[in-house]
């Protein structure tokens, strides 16, 4: 069996740097779109109620599940899953545990340098010169507009900083757990906080910055963000509950491959229970407490509710928000802050993607951590420039962002749910996180981790592909209507995008690379143990 | 902002930090785990 080598230096610190994988730049904008565009109350009932059902119970099965694992001296998803599933095929329910964080971190990468070099460009006036039009500054700085475009390495250009983000990450990573990861979250998580708290003074006592617009104040933005519309009728509304679910899902990165990596390092009496609700209530206070009060706000009272709708996360972050700050007093240095913010939510964030990956090269191959890293640095690489190249409309980052940061994650939790509750039966998995706990679950989460997460989970998962791979109008009966998304046409029809099709195919290449990797990694195991048949 | 909207905030915004506070005041203050094992 391999040897435990890395741990984290103290509970604080794997809470940290699970929060620091949870906390995003969909904390900062896309809760606040989704929470205005839905209207606030009956929104944050569907987004609490999925929070409690959800969110943190999966969560609590994806710590418990990866510290049994790695007790076993397992520290990767296929690894984990491999000791406790008992059956050959066991440790191919964590493939997705692999190529999610893996594959997400060759765009995600993407986008973390352009936080980085709009905050250095912010710090440079750029957003501020008379005249600067930023739809075509994000176009031409993202290569938005067309294949290759962003292939430069000017201040203007994103090539330099992929490349200095790429090195940051991986020089962390090599400095291990304790003095890269943890490290990295213990000061940023905390910067991270007082930046939003800074700007989050700046924006409510902005007043109402323009006389002439006396409706576009502070206390406006506040109401288009929280005015419940109506609630009842909201709530039956299957994609508000489709839009805080998912949010609610993938804000708090379960299923990601992240968290069953880092609770691996725990010891037997290690908490998962206050640490998985700690690491949770984190995410929350960003996303709800700072987030929520932060972006739609400031861009409302510059921009009216007009300016606003509509917008999506790239476009709301990175061409709104530059305007808004070019309107502020002081917006150089609001501007700069803000995006250093998003690049520190970003970049602890990406760092809980590598680590599976070298635990899994490290375990499975018997690889050493340069070797491992380098390997790992070649795979994404390879997928960050397909991204970086094919960037035109950001279509090869939407490819592998649908298929593998969404679908995936939509199956490893579904698996994960299921693992916990019903392979290892919920009496012994609710034993098992209780092992060391500092708290007591509510007893209530034995019905709910059984029965009402799986159904939860399934439902929202059936209703995500009927409409976004099939179409649905979310009708029902001879209203019902299915057309296939551009996800769909992209790759099959009459007009399929090369891109899109490459994407699809680099990706299932990965998988069935990786699907062979773990084959391997599956003899050494059975040598190792001692086994004789697979 | 309506009566509703200052509601619905106090209530999102005050529920997540009261809980991220006290978990994190659990964690700090509350008993720690055992050194051995």
Not at chain 1, 400 to 411: A, E, L, R
Request: neutral net charge; aromatic residues 14%; glycine residues 12%.
């Amino acid at each position: 069996m391999p040897a435990i080598k890395e741990a984290f230096s103290s509970r604080l610190g794997v809470i940290l740097a699970v929060a620091g994988s949870a906390v995003g730049l969909g904390n900062f904008l896309r809760f606040p779109g989704l929470a205005a565009q839905y209207g606030g109350g009956a929104f944050m009932i569907a987004y609490f109620v999925s929070l409690l059902v959800l969110g943190i119970p999966i969560g609590w099965a994806e710590w418990t599940i990866g510290r049994k694992g790695g007790l076993a001296g397992f520290h990767s998803s296929p690894g984990i899953f491999h000791v406790i599933v008992h059956h050959r095929l066991g440790k191919y329910l964590g493939l997705l545990g692999f190529i999610i964080p893996v594959v997400v971190y060759m765009y995600y990468v993407y986008i973390e340098a352009w936080c980085l070099g709009y905050a250095l460009n912010a710090a440079a006036g750029t957003f501020s010169q008379p005249g600067v039009n930023y739809g075509d500054f994000f176009a031409s700085f993202t290569g938005a507009g067309a294949n290759g475009a962003s292939l430069h390495f000017g201040l203007q250009d994103v090539g330099i900083f992929v490349i200095i983000v790429y090195a940051l990450n991986f020089f962390f990573i090599y400095r291990g757990l304790s003095k890269g990861i943890e490290f990295v979250c213990k000061w940023g998580i905390p910067i991270l906080i007082v930046i939003a708290l800074v700007i989050l003074g700046r924006v409510l006592t902005l007043g109402t910055p323009d006389p002439t617009k006396p409706d576009q104040n502070v206390l406006n933005a506040l109401g288009y963000m929280w005015n419940p519309q109506d609630i009842a009728t909201g709530l039956k509304n299957p994609q508000l509950w489709l839009a805080a679910a998912g949010q609610i899902f993938f804000s708090l990165s379960v299923g990601f491959g992240a968290v069953i990596t880092y609770a691996s390092y725990l010891r037997k009496k290690d908490d998962v229970v206050l640490s998985g609700l700690t690491a949770a209530s984190a995410n929350e206070f960003c996303e709800v407490g700072l987030g929520g009060l932060i972006t739609v706000p400031a861009a409302f009272v510059f921009l009216g509710a007009a300016g606003i709708a509509g917008q999506g996360t790239f476009s709301l972050g990175f061409n709104v928000l530059p305007y808004v700050f070019s309107k502020m007093p002081l917006g150089d240095f609001f501007a700069t802050i803000f995006y250093l913010l998003l690049f520190i939510a970003a970049i602890t964030s990406s760092l809980s993607m590598l680590q599976p990956g070298i635990a899994f090269f490290e375990e499975g191959l018997g690889l050493k951590r340069k070797s491992a890293m380098g390997l790992l640095a070649g795979l994404t690489g390879l997928g960050t420039l397909l991204v970086w190249w094919f960037s035109k409309d950001l279509k090869a980052l939407d490819t592998m962002d649908f298929w593998i940061g969404t679908v995936g994650i939509f199956i490893q939790g579904m698996i994960l749910v299921m693992v916990y509750s019903w392979y290892i039966g919920i009496e012994a998995a609710w034993a098992e996180t209780h092992e060391g706990a500092a708290m007591r679950i509510p007893l209530f989460y034995k019905f709910i981790l059984k029965y009402i997460s799986p159904a939860f989970l399934l439902i929202v998962f059936v209703m995500f592909i009927a409409a976004n791979v099939f179409g649905w109008n979310f009708a029902l009966g001879a209203a019902a209507e299915f057309k296939p998304t551009s996800y769909v046409t992209d790759l099959v029809g009459p007009n399929p995008s090369g891109v899109a099709r490459g994407t699809f195919l680099f990706c299932l290449s990965v998988i069935i690379l990786v699907g062979c990797l773990i084959k391997i990694a599956g003899k050494n195991w059975a040598r190792a143990s001692g086994e004789t048949k697979l | 902002m309506s009566t509703g909207g200052w509601i619905s905030m106090i209530l999102s915004v005050g529920f997540v930090t009261v809980l991220f506070v006290y978990c994190v005041g659990r964690v700090l203050f509350g008993p720690q785990p055992d050194a051995d094992e």
